[in-house]
C-alpha cells in the first residue's frame, strides 16, 4: 500500500457457491489516480466493483480507505465511505432536468425515499443541493445541459449527466464500469480529457472493454483473469507482460477492442 492510497485492497476472495470469482486479489487506488481493471470476459472485474460497492458478500479480504483498515462497505452506505459508482441501468428521470436528475444522485445510494426527500427539502436545502448539482456538471462538463429536459440530450451527453449524478455525492472514489460503451472514437477522446481533469477531484476506478482507451487514460492497470490479479503497472508494462497476451490470446472469439497491442 502506498502511503497516498484512497482506496487499498488485500486478499480479497469472493465465491459464489463452489465458483471463485474473485481470488487473493489485491488492489490499490493512489490519490488523484485512474486505475484502469481489464481482463476477458468473466474475469471478475464487475464482481471486484461489487464487492467494493457492498453488492456482493466478500468470503475474505481486507480492504483500507485514506489508509484506514475498514469494514467492507454495504451498498446502503457507500456515501459515507466516499465512493459512488455510476449505476447502469438507471435511466434518467424525464419529468424532471437535467439537474434535478443530478440532484436527486445524492439521494439514490442512501436507499432512502428520494421522492419525497427531494421534494421536502426546505428552500435552503434545496439550493445547496441544486449548487451541488451544478458543481457536479460543470466537472462532467455538462452545466450547459442543467436545464434541458432528459430527452433531449444525445448519448454522450447521458453518459456525462450520468457521472454528474454520480459527482454530487463528492467523492473521492469514483467506480466507473464500462463508461465508454456506445461512444463512437471522438466522444471517447472527449471523455478521456473529461476524465483526466476528473481525477484532480476524486480517484477513478475504471473498467472498461476498450482496451486502448483503458491504456490512454489510466495511470496504473490491473489485469484479472480467472479470478486473480495476473498483471498490474502501467499500461505499457502489462501490455507486455506475457501471461497478459496469453490470457488475451485466449480470447480470440471477443470484439476487436478487447485485444491488446494493437496500436
Ligand atoms: N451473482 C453471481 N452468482 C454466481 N456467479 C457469479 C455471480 N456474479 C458473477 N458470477 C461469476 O463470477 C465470475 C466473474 O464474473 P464477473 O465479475 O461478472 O466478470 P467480468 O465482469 O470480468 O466479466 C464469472 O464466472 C461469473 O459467471
Ligand atoms: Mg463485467
Partial sequence: MTTNSTLSISHLTVKFGGLVALDDVYLDVP??????????????????FNSISGLVPVTTGEISIHGKNVSWPKSYDLAGYGISRTLQGVGLFSGLSVVENVMM??????????????????GQAEKKLRRRAED??????????????????????TKRVSIA????????????????????QDDIDKFAS???????????????????FIGQISDQVYVLNFGKVIASGTFDTVKRDPAVLAAYLGTSSQSGNDQLGGS
Avoid at 455525492?169 to 469514483?174: A, V
Avoid at 481533469?197 to 476498450?210: A, F, G, P, T, Y
Fill in 105 to 122: 444522485g445524492a439521494n439514490i445510494e442512501s436507499g432512502s425515499n428520494f421522492f419525497k426527500d427531494l421534494f421536502g427539502l426546505s
Fill in 31 to 48: 490519490s488523484n489516480s485512474i486505475v484502469g481493471l481489464i481482463g476477458p470476459n468473466g474475469a471478475g472485474k464487475t464482481t471486484l
Fill in 136 to 157: 457536479a456538471l460543470a466537472w462532467a462538463g455538462a452545466l450547459a445541459l442543467a436545464d434541458k429536459n432528459p430527452s433531449e440530450l444525445t448519448y454522450p451527453e
Fill in 165 to 184: 449524478r454520480a459527482l454530487v455525492l463528492q467523492p473521492s472514489i469514483l467506480l466507473l464500469d464500462e463508461p465508454a460503451a456506445g461512444l463512437g
Fill in 194 to 212: 473529461l476524465l483526466q481533469q476528473l481525477k484532480q477531484r476524486c480517484s477513478i476506478i475504471i473498467v472498461e472493454h476498450h482496451v486502448d
